[in-house]
Nanobody
Framework: QVQLVESGGRLVQAGGSLRLSCAASGRTFSDFAMGWFRQAPGKERELVAG????????CYADSVKGRFTISRDNAQGTLYLQMNSLKLEDTAVYYCAASLQITACATRDRRGMDYWGKGTLVTVSS
């Protein structure tokens, strides 16, 4: 079992930047491929970015590519999402998720993810 706790979500102005963190505990962090997902009000949960166990491979939703960067620090057991040039459409609850067998990049959705955090709210204002 692994526990995931997101942090860093807050109100931010459009065009600004924000860094989300996901702290993992319970077992070896490097065993997991990781992903960031988000869910906006009235919409389906969608993949934002994924990263392989070693951090050597990443993928991004078309809507965030070039603006967001996913990274991980396996020594610290922490996953990050650096968000730049934020838009109103980025407003959502952001979740980190972990998988022992598959990357979020392979499915492009939440299928195959074994563990989830409770989420952190990001609100982008004009």
């Amino acid at each position: 079992q692994v526990q995931l706790v997101e942090s860093g979500g807050r109100l931010v102005q459009a065009g600004g930047s924000l860094r989300l963190s996901c702290a993992a505990s319970g077992r070896t962090f490097s065993d997991f491929a990781m992903g960031w997902f988000r869910q906006a009000p009235g919409k389906e949960r969608e993949l934002v970015a994924g990263i392989s166990r070693s951090g050597g491979f990443t993928c991004y939703a078309d809507s965030v590519k070039g603006r967001f960067t996913i990274s991980r620090d396996n020594a610290q057991g922490t996953l990050y999402l650096q968000m730049n040039s934020l838009k109103l459409e980025d407003t959502a609850v952001y979740y980190c998720a972990a998988s022992l067998q598959i990357t979020a990049c392979a499915t492009r959705d939440r299928r195959g993810m074994d563990y989830w955090g409770k989420g952190t709210l990001v609100t982008v204002s004009s």
